[in-house]
């Protein structure tokens, strides 16, 4: 069973977000942690934006807070979102990585090695590879790798970079990740990493 | 048996490298956030050339040479002249008239970095005429950074940004009177560096110094486990004077800790916080 799910999302995030995240039912069982590239003096906007569109609760991640099932978390602009192993969510101004911060590698591989194979990785469009290293690293792990089809993102080269790098688990078009994400996942047609849980 | 999978080997092995800083350097590390600590720990395995962190655990035992490196490590930071230029204005506005009621003023940048906060401060005092009655202890556990916050030396390239944030956060006059441009670099005018002193101070384990009128701790605590910003905070409450000020970064807060009771908020959103008279 999936406990944790990682988003990564740059250029053309809002509507692929806002698509994905309207779909999510009240009591969706798994936590959304995101990563979406902004510039440092972004405001609010984004987590209100899709916290009135959603069903379930968004916010902007506090340091401290313990990570709750049906929560979406946005990394606040300027700052690396990082999951602690007691699954809370600490922050840093740690240098960019991939001249990013928040950068998605950080956010994934922190999930990665708290969560392990109870993790899904999902890269949605965007203008960097930042992310793909983060992705592989959920795989070593035995999480699970989604990727948006390159052909449905407004801009291709993120979820691209992701597919060469990483033996992804899926490949998905925009418009079918809501419906796989309420039906699939939670139905376990797929099975984390080929292992059984303890 | 169930084997242990490697990346709960992870795990221990950094507990095991943080206990062996403990016992053979007195810092704890064992409170500090563990994720973004473990990144640089990874680093750090990459750079020298490492197979596992189990091989750092005698390295750090005997080379104090390499304790140096990985305490520089630890605080790699990124730091800017008046970041988030609103709370710089805030101060000005509404805190510094309460600091000019007092005769001598004292204020400590905890977890100082590279100074550019510092000289951001200094710049606002003098231009609101407190800096000469202003001591600005500036103190970080990491001698790196001191050095360069000491030297006030920048590249020249940042000055254009610093520029615009210094406006946004109310400045009177023009920023490039602050500094000397040469050869690629600014170094920072000796009218305010003359009231700053510099010092090396862990918070992890040191005391308080001197009575505090402000105290600027910023994008410190978010690196800190609960039960150590809790022993910071109340090294801070201890620091200040009644009445005295307190401004953490912007995403960090006093209200879940235990000195809560002994503080009101001055402002909310800018994250100033004020200590109450008699608690
Ligand atoms: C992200 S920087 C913040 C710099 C500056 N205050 C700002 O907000 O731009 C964090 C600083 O905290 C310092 N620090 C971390 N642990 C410390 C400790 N135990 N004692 C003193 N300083 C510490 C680091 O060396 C680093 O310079």
């Given at each position: 069973m999936f406990e944790a799910m990682v988003v990564g999302v740059s250029a053309g995030g809002l509507h692929a977000l806002s698509g994905i995240l309207s779909c999510l039912p009240l009591n969706y069982p798994i936590a959304i942690l995101i990563v979406q590239h902004r510039h440092r003096d972004s405001d609010h906007f984004l987590d209100e934006y899709l916290n009135k569109l959603s069903a379930v609760r968004v916010k902007e991640a506090e340091p401290?807070?313990?990570?709750?099932?049906a929560h979406v978390y946005i990394a606040p602009a300027g700052y690396h979102l990082l999951v602690e192993r007691d699954k809370t969510l600490s922050l840093s101004i740690d240098p960019p990585v991939n001249f990013s911060i928040p950068s998605i590698d950080v956010l994934f591989q922190s999930a990665a090695s708290c969560y392990k194979n109870h993790l899904i990785g999902l890269i949605l469009t965007g203008?960097?590879?930042?992310?793909?290293?983060?992705?592989?690293?959920?795989?070593?792990?035995?999480?699970?790798?989604?990727?948006?089809?390159?052909?449905?993102?407004?801009?291709?080269?993120?979820?691209?970079?992701?597919?060469e790098l990483v033996d992804v688990d899926k490949i998905i078009p925009l418009e079918a990740l809501g419906q796989f994400l309420i039906q699939d996942l939670l139905n376990s047609t797929v099975v984390n990493g080929g292992e059984t849980d303890e | 048996m169930l084997a242990m999978k490697p990346e709960d080997m992870q795990e221990f092995e950094i507990h095991q490298l943080l206990e062996a800083i403990y016992f053979r350097y007195g810092y704890d590390f064992r409170d500090y956030s563990k994720a973004s600590l473990e990144r640089r720990i990874l680093h750090r395995v990459q750079q020298s050339d490492l197979n596992s962190i189990s091989e750092m655990v005698p390295r750090v035992m005997h080379e104090t040479a390499f304790f140096e490196l990985f305490l520089r490590d630890m605080s790699v930071t990124v730091t800017e002249m008046f970041r988030d230029p609103k709370v710089f204005k805030k101060l000005r506005q509404e805190v510094f008239i309460q600091l000019k009621t007092y005769s001598r003023v004292n204020i400590w940048h905890a977890g100082c970095a590279t100074g550019e906060e510092v000289y951001s401060m200094a710049i606002m005092l003098k231009e609101e005429g407190l800096l000469e009655r202003t001591r600005i202890y500036a103190t970080d556990y990491n001698n790196h950074s001191l050095d360069i916050a000491k030297k006030g030396i920048y590249p020249a390239e940042k000055m254009q940004s610093y520029t615009e944030s210094y406006?946004?956060?109310?400045?009177?006059?023009?920023?490039?009177?602050?500094?000397?441009?040469?050869?690629?670099?600014?170094?920072?005018?000796?009218?305010?560096?003359?009231?700053?002193?510099?010092?090396?101070?862990?918070?992890?384990?040191?005391?308080?110094?001197?009575?505090?009128?402000?105290?600027?701790?910023?994008?410190?605590?978010?690196?800190?486990?609960?039960?150590?910003?809790?022993?910071?905070?109340?090294?801070?409450?201890?620091?200040?004077?009644a009445r005295g000020f307190l401004l953490l970064g912007d995403k960090e807060t006093i209200d879940f800790s235990e000195v809560k009771t002994s503080f009101e908020t001055f402002s909310k959103k800018e994250r100033i916080f004020r200590r109450k008279m008699y608690v």
């Amino acid at each position: 069973m999936f406990e944790a799910m990682v988003v990564g999302v740059s250029a053309g995030g809002l509507h692929a977000l806002s698509g994905i995240l309207s779909c999510l039912p009240l009591n969706y069982p798994i936590a959304i942690l995101i990563v979406q590239h902004r510039h440092r003096d972004s405001d609010h906007f984004l987590d209100e934006y899709l916290n009135k569109l959603s069903a379930v609760r968004v916010k902007e991640a506090e340091p401290g807070e313990a990570i709750l099932p049906a929560h979406v978390y946005i990394a606040p602009a300027g700052y690396h979102l990082l999951v602690e192993r007691d699954k809370t969510l600490s922050l840093s101004i740690d240098p960019p990585v991939n001249f990013s911060i928040p950068s998605i590698d950080v956010l994934f591989q922190s999930a990665a090695s708290c969560y392990k194979n109870h993790l899904i990785g999902l890269i949605l469009t965007g203008a960097s590879s930042d992310g793909s290293q983060g992705l592989k690293t959920i795989k070593e792990y035995g999480g699970y790798a989604i990727v948006q089809a390159p052909q449905t993102a407004e801009v291709d080269v993120m979820p691209k970079a992701a597919i060469e790098l990483v033996d992804v688990d899926k490949i998905i078009p925009l418009e079918a990740l809501g419906q796989f994400l309420i039906q699939d996942l939670l139905n376990s047609t797929v099975v984390n990493g080929g292992e059984t849980d303890e | 048996m169930l084997a242990m999978k490697p990346e709960d080997m992870q795990e221990f092995e950094i507990h095991q490298l943080l206990e062996a800083i403990y016992f053979r350097y007195g810092y704890d590390f064992r409170d500090y956030s563990k994720a973004s600590l473990e990144r640089r720990i990874l680093h750090r395995v990459q750079q020298s050339d490492l197979n596992s962190i189990s091989e750092m655990v005698p390295r750090v035992m005997h080379e104090t040479a390499f304790f140096e490196l990985f305490l520089r490590d630890m605080s790699v930071t990124v730091t800017e002249m008046f970041r988030d230029p609103k709370v710089f204005k805030k101060l000005r506005q509404e805190v510094f008239i309460q600091l000019k009621t007092y005769s001598r003023v004292n204020i400590w940048h905890a977890g100082c970095a590279t100074g550019e906060e510092v000289y951001s401060m200094a710049i606002m005092l003098k231009e609101e005429g407190l800096l000469e009655r202003t001591r600005i202890y500036a103190t970080d556990y990491n001698n790196h950074s001191l050095d360069i916050a000491k030297k006030g030396i920048y590249p020249a390239e940042k000055m254009q940004s610093y520029t615009e944030s210094y406006l946004a956060a109310g400045g009177k006059a023009s920023f490039a009177d602050y500094y000397q441009a040469k050869f690629g670099s600014a170094k920072m005018a000796e009218s305010l560096k003359e009231h700053i002193t510099f010092a090396n101070h862990n918070l992890m384990k040191d005391q308080a110094f001197a009575e505090m009128h402000l105290i600027v701790c910023r994008n410190v605590l978010i690196y800190f486990n609960p039960k150590l910003q809790d022993k910071v905070l109340a090294l801070f409450k201890e620091s200040l004077i009644a009445r005295g000020f307190l401004l953490l970064g912007d995403k960090e807060t006093i209200d879940f800790s235990e000195v809560k009771t002994s503080f009101e908020t001055f402002s909310k959103k800018e994250r100033i916080f004020r200590r109450k008279m008699y608690v």
